[in-house]
């Protein structure tokens, strides 16, 4: 039997991580993941969960010691924010590279400087290229579900796997949530297994300098150079949507819930227009798709981005090719060019010559707060405009909220 509860995002990230049995958490604090590792550091310091709790530094260090845990044998966990997942950036290249299947939460923040401790998106789409695996969760039940369906991902693929989840909005407020029952989680998830496991009897020799080009090892086997371990990394990502697909299809069999790992569309069975975005802002445009379609009559619904990396190309492109228009909301910026899930987005649709009018918005960058009413008045225009805009301007976002 599953237990219902209210508590908040961070304390719902811990309690699927003690399901999950992790065995080694190492975390620096920041705000606001703080609370997130404070909790399973009080669960283990209680004994109520078999693990042991590392206290580093830095986050560098943090994901250091994941990296030395996982390489031994054992699952690690670990959790950060904004400058402190940059602060990571060297050993997140490491752990994908070397193939270790890792969870960590991300709880999204703005990046300094100017310092901020409020939410966007910059933190985890400034490393969206190190070869992790990226999800983003839109409430409290999907950042339990999605922390151990993630486990179970990372350690079959033997890829790491970042579950994002919007700080303060997301992280310290309460809502209900359904937790699983512990013996079920186990039959879910099955014990840690690393192939590649550092064991004296079974010497290997793991990340050596790689020449350019494949070689023989020692006992004769063709290896790849760094161009094919890069290829491999490369293709074995994005095989893994199919596998994370399958992952949740079990995961809704034994526990109810699922069925949109990668796109969970709201009222877009017959939207004219879409709108396209992540994280708990899609929740919220939820009220705004059912007023304009009950006090304007325009058929419009949210397409939510489960899995940002891989960048689910085909699915996307099938699902808006037909639209007349969509409109991406986005908590990022690639400076110098646009929003980085709209290039995309566009990227995706680009093949098709019935592509839908793309719209490229900017919203609560630092925090900066999000109207219900901007969203409601932005999407309304958008969608009665057309495609009004130059060729030139095409590209140019249009940022909501601003107070120059």
């Known amino acids: 039997m599953s237990?219902?509860?209210?508590?908040?995002?961070?304390?719902?990230?811990?309690?699927?991580?003690?399901?999950?049995?992790?065995?080694?958490?190492?975390?620096?604090?920041?705000?606001?993941?703080?609370?997130?590792?404070?909790?399973?550091?009080?669960?283990?310091?209680?004994?109520?969960?078999?693990?042991?709790?590392?206290?580093?530094e830095s986050e560098h260090s943090a994901l250091a010691v994941c990296i030395g845990a996982a390489s031994a044998g054992v699952r690690a966990f670990t959790a950060t924010s904004s400058n402190g997942l940059l602060y990571m950036s060297e050993q997140l290249h490491w752990a994908a590279g070397s193939r270790l299947p890792l969870v960590m939460c991300v709880v999204n923040r703005g990046i300094g400087a100017p310092w901020s401790v409020w939410n966007d998106h910059q933190d985890a789409m400034s490393q969206r290229d190190t070869g992790w695996i990226q999800i983003f969760a839109k409430d409290h039940q999907e950042i339990v579900d999605m922390t151990l369906k993630a486990f179970r991902l990372a350690e079959l693929v033997h890829i790491p796997v970042m579950v994002n989840y919007d700080g303060y909005y997301l992280s310290h407020t309460y809502m209900p949530f359904e937790l699983p029952e512990a013996k079920a989680v186990q039959e879910f998830l099955p014990p840690y297994d690393y192939t590649h496991t550092l064991d004296p009897e079974k010497p290997e020799s793991l990340n050596t300098v790689t020449l350019p080009d494949s070689r023989n090892d020692i006992k004769g086997i063709k290896r790849p150079g760094y161009m094919d371990i890069r290829h491999n990394l490369h293709q074995e990502m994005r095989q893994a949507m199919e596998l994370w697909e399958e992952i949740d299809a079990d995961y809704a069999q034994r526990f109810g819930r699922g069925g949109t790992p990668i796109l969970d569309p709201y009222r877009c069975e017959d939207a004219d227009f879409v709108v396209v975005a992540m994280g708990s802002i899609a929740n919220q445009f939820h009220v705004v798709v059912d007023r304009l379609r009950e006090e304007e009559g325009l058929k419009v619904g949210v397409l939510a981005l489960q899995i940002y990396r891989p960048f689910p190309t085909a699915k996307i492109a099938a699902a808006l090719q037909n639209a007349k228009g969509v409109m991406v909301y986005e908590k990022g910026l690639s400076y110098g060019n646009q929003g980085a899930l709209y290039a995309d987005l566009k990227s995706a649709l680009y093949p098709y010559a019935n592509r839908p009018h793309l719209h490229n918005f900017i919203v609560g960058l630092g925090g900066r707060d999000i109207p219900t009413e901007d969203l409601f008045q932005t999407l309304k225009t958008a969608c009665l405009s057309g495609d009004q805009n130059a060729p030139e301007q095409a590209d140019t976002p249009q940022w909501i909220g601003l107070q120059l």
């Open 3 to 56: 237990e219902k509860l209210i508590d908040s995002g961070n304390n719902a990230a811990a309690m699927a991580v003690q399901l999950a049995a992790a065995e080694v958490i190492a975390a620096y604090p920041i705000t606001p993941q703080t609370p997130l590792t404070e909790k399973l550091s009080e669960v283990i310091a209680a004994g109520k969960m078999d693990a042991e709790y590392v206290a580093v």
